[in-house]
Structures are given as structure tokens and as C-alpha cells.
């Protein structure tokens, strides 16, 4: 099979500015939820746990508000697999903010992940103020999500993080969803995933 392009990358791509606050509450709340909450007290910055806290959900803060939130989740030590687990306790609590709208088309008759695919800019652009997504079909159950412009991906935690958000996300519209971290573009500001479901 021939790859295909299912979704281009915008063009241009501009580089990621901001982050709707509701991603870093919901990411903190997941950490609290998991018993981390004193751990990531510990290691992140009181600014920034102020910052977050104090934000409105919805709002946008700024991207280097996030980078420095992720290092402090990178320096707790979780495996890959514990932030793609707190990655799906994440979109549990944002998917409203995410989703919009398609939550319900999410539970249509005969919705597939092809037919949430083509949507995933437009998802992201929900999130983040900035970046791009481009997806490749690799076979009839098989993608590649290529991500550019989101300097947050040079952060272990969110790479596992956004693996497991995205998991759960095709999962909304298949039974079981396989996503595994991809190495693409320059790694301070760009990764890709491969999925596969069943």
C-alpha cells in the first residue's frame, strides 16, 4: 500500500505560543488523582503551580509556562507507559474542550478513525495556539501522526502523555487503540506517533 496523505500539514506552521490552561489543570489534577500531587510540588517551580492554579479554565497561557510544567513532570521519574496512563486520565477530564461538538459525532453509527483523522488540526487548534499535525495512512487500520511547531515534544512526559491522549481518542470510535512514539523533524520542536486499532 502506497502511504497517503489523509491530513496535510498546515502551511505555514507557525510555532506553538500557547496552551489552553484547561490541558495543564486537567494534566495536574491527573497527577494529584495518581497520588503525585505532592512530588510535582516539590519539583515545579511555586510560579508555575501558581500560574496554573490560579488560571481560568479555557484560558491561554504561555507556552513557556507549559515547557517548564512538562520538566518538572519529566523529573519525577515516570515510565513512558505511567504518562501515556496519565495522558488518558487527561483527555478524560479536557475531551469537552478538545472534542467540541464531534464528542457526539464520536458516537455515531459508523464513525471510525478515519473519519476522526482528518479532524486532528482542527482539534489541536483547541489546545494549542500554534503547531501542526499531519497524518499519514500506513494501511486500512494504521497511521502516522507527524506533529512540528510544539516545543513542549522535547519533554519525555508529554510525548508519553500525548501518546496515551491520543490512544484514547481513537478509542472513542474503535475497540482497542496501539500508538507508539515515532522519531520525525527536529526533537526540540517536533515526533510523530503509529497507530493501530482494532
Avoid at 71 to 77: K, V
Avoid at 82 to 91: C, H, I, K, M, P
Wanted: hydrophobic residues 45%; aromatic residues 8%.
Amino acid at each position: 500500500m502506497v502511504d497517503e496523505v489523509v491530513l496535510p500539514f498546515p502551511e505555514p506552521i507557525p510555532i506553538m505560543k500557547h496552551t489552553r490552561s484547561t490541558l495543564l489543570l486537567g494534566g495536574l489534577e491527573s497527577l494529584k488523582a495518581a497520588g503525585l500531587g505532592e512530588a510535582y510540588a516539590a519539583v515545579s517551580p511555586p510560579e508555575v503551580q501558581s500560574a496554573i492554579a490560579s488560571a481560568v479554565a479555557g484560558m491561554w497561557l504561555p507556552i513557556e509556562l507549559a515547557i517548564v510544567h512538562y520538566e518538572a513532570c519529566d523529573s519525577l521519574g515516570l515510565s513512558s507507559d505511567s504518562a501515556a496512563q496519565l495522558g488518558r486520565a487527561t483527555f478524560d477530564r479536557t475531551k469537552g474542550m478538545l472534542l467540541g461538538a464531534a464528542t457526539g459525532m464520536a458516537r455515531s453509527a459508523g464513525v471510525n478513525p478515519w473519519t476522526l483523522i482528518p479532524y486532528l488540526q482542527r482539534f489541536w487548534l483547541r489546545g494549542y495556539d500554534g503547531g501542526g499535525v499531519r497524518a499519514i495512512k500506513k494501511g486500512p487500520k494504521e497511521v502516522e501522526v507527524h506533529i512540528a511547531g510544539c516545543p513542549v515534544l522535547a519533554t519525555r512526559y508529554y510525548r508519553g502523555a500525548l501518546r496515551g491522549l491520543f490512544s484514547v481518542l481513537l478509542e472513542l470510535v474503535c475497540e482497542k487503540a496501539y500508538v507508539h512514539e515515532r522519531a520525525f523533524g527536529d526533537p526540540a520542536t517536533a515526533g510523530a506517533m503509529r497507530a493501530q486499532w482494532v
